[in-house]
């Protein structure tokens, strides 16, 4: 009896081998169809954002309204900086430094803007300078405002001091006007005032005894004698008295070889015939002094007037027949 080759060996039977190799080949199918599928879906995912990214680089738009744009806050930005020029230097040199960088940032974007037509990044780039420059007025004009208020803080600061300063001159004046008050009282209190004025014409005898006499052939001097009293408010010590003449044609008498000259009574300044230095001591004292000329004195009536220190003492006529 034969035994099959086929079965001795313990192969496989041609129908399950055939089976097995069909299932595979379906498997491998399947895995390639995936593929495919995955490939061409990637590939219409990244077509789609080349096409997206590609118009949006290439859509074109037109520059005229962001040039618009741009005069539009240039020349409202001008304006409202326009209103805080003239009122002070600080002020104006905040403005004008302020016009000048936002002119620059203007001319860098009408450079951008040279061309009528421009592309979408380019009109991003635009825009972004567009919106810095409206910062920047607002920035420029937030500053300036505020400058604007300190200064008007400190004119108002100075207004007051100002003030302050005016009402202290007047007090001063007041204060002064008050202390010269005083002092003119005071000097008006301290003016000396002579009493007991008397002026006669003497001679002289052999025995040198003197005599009074009021014709003019006789009289060889005069004689001023006066009183000073008492005065607590006047400085004690010696003052100079000067005596003036005054004849009867209204000349005032005065030879300078015989002592005469010049002195300010009250602010004008006037001849004297003589002049006697005396000793005040703050007590009524007696004065006099006498003075005589070569030629003889005029008939007439005669006016004297003494003075001291700018001011009148006191005066006095005289006749002499």
Known sequence: MSVDNDTISGSVPNGNRNRRNGGNNVLLILLLLLLLVSVIFNIFQYNKEKVKEKDYTAEIFSSNELKAQLKTQL????LQLEE???RNASLDSAVQKDEKEMEDQAEQI???LKSNKINYNKYLDVKYKLDEMIYMKDKY???????NEKNKQLTAENQDLKHEVKEGKHTINN?????????NKLDLAAMLKADNISVMGVYFKKNNKEVESSKSKNIQKLKFCFTL???????AGKRDVFIQVIDPSGQTVAIEALGSGTTEVGGTQSQYTVKQEIEFKND????????GK??????GIYHVILSTEGYKLGEKDFHIR
């Open 75 to 78: 020349d409202t930005a001008k």
């Open 84 to 86: 805080y020029k003239g």
């Open 110 to 112: 009408r450079k951008m």
């Open 141 to 147: 004009l937030r500053e300036i405002s505020e400058l």
């Open 175 to 183: 204060l002064t006007d008050k202390v010269t008050s005083q002092k």
């Open 229 to 235: 009293e008492e005065n607590k408010f006047a400085d």
């Open 284 to 291: 009524t004292q007696d004065y006099c002094t006498y003075w």
């Open 294 to 299: 070569d030629t003889p004195f005029a008939p």
